[in-house]
Structure formats: structure tokens, C-alpha cells
């Protein structure tokens, strides 16, 4: 069974940077397509970000493009997103997922979810 966890998040600052961290066990990262969604209270969850599982191909939605940026080590079995200029409205729960296809970067469900780690950005 595929697990995943991440971490890195934290109390920020309108302007600042973050590198969120996605540990997989149970599984081979290089096989996965990979990514991260985000859930904001009282909000639905929202897709951030993807990468397929050789790093070629990624995908973001309209509102972190230019901001966000994802990438992955599969050597490590590390998933990374990292985040620059944020604003209040990235706080959320950002959550790292898997799909067992390879060619995963955001369309269609993931087959795998963690639990989040939260992120929450001040004035």
C-alpha cells in the first residue's frame, strides 16, 4: 500500500518562500505520476500541481503558475513543491498524491492521497 507524507509547512508571511516535502513508501516512486492539491477551510479541494514520473511533464493550475513549482527525485523517493510570493489565499491544507499511472499530472483522480500538511499565510 502506497503511503504518503509530507511536510514542510508552516506560519508565513505575505511574500514569502516555502519548499513542501512528499515522502512515498510502499511503493516505487519512478512509477508514479505524481502531485499536489490543496484544501482551504470551508473550500473544496483543489488541484495544485502534477508531474509525471520522469519529471518532463508538468502541469499547475492558473492560480500558483509563476509561483509554484514542482519536482521530484525519484533516486530519493521525494516529491518537492516549492512555493515563492505567497498571499493569504494559499493558506490551505496542501496535500500530496499518486497515481498509479505514470503519465498522471493532474487529470482525473489520484489513486492516492496523504494526509496534508498545513500552510497559513498572513498579512
Known amino acids: 500500500q502506497v503511503q504518503l507524507l509530507e511536510s514542510g509547512g508552516g506560519l508565513q508571511q505575505t511574500g514569502d518562500s516555502l519548499r513542501l516535502s512528499c515522502s512515498i513508501s510502499?511503493?516505487?516512486?519512478?512509477?508514479?505520476?505524481m502531485g499536489w492539491f490543496r484544501q482551504a477551510p470551508g473550500k473544496e479541494r483543489e488541484f495544485v500541481a502534477g508531474?509525471?514520473?520522469?519529471?518532463?511533464?508538468?502541469s499547475y493550475a492558473d492560480s500558483v503558475k509563476g509561483r509554484f513549482t514542482i519536482s521530484r527525485d525519484n533516486a530519493k523517493n521525494m516529491v518537492y513543491l516549492h512555493m515563492i510570493n505567497l498571499t493569504p489565499e494559499d493558506t490551505a491544507n496542501y496535500i500530496c498524491?499518486?497515481?498509479?499511472?505514470?503519465?498522471?499530472?493532474?487529470?482525473?483522480?489520484?489513486?492516492?492521497y496523504g494526509q496534508g500538511t498545513q500552510v497559513t499565510v498572513s498579512l
Open positions: 498524491v499518486a497515481s498509479r499511472h505514470p503519465y498522471w499530472r493532474g487529470t482525473g483522480p489520484p489513486d492516492y
Open positions: 510502499g511503493g516505487a516512486l519512478s512509477s508514479h505520476g
Open positions: 508531474i509525471t514520473w520522469s519529471g518532463t511533464m508538468t
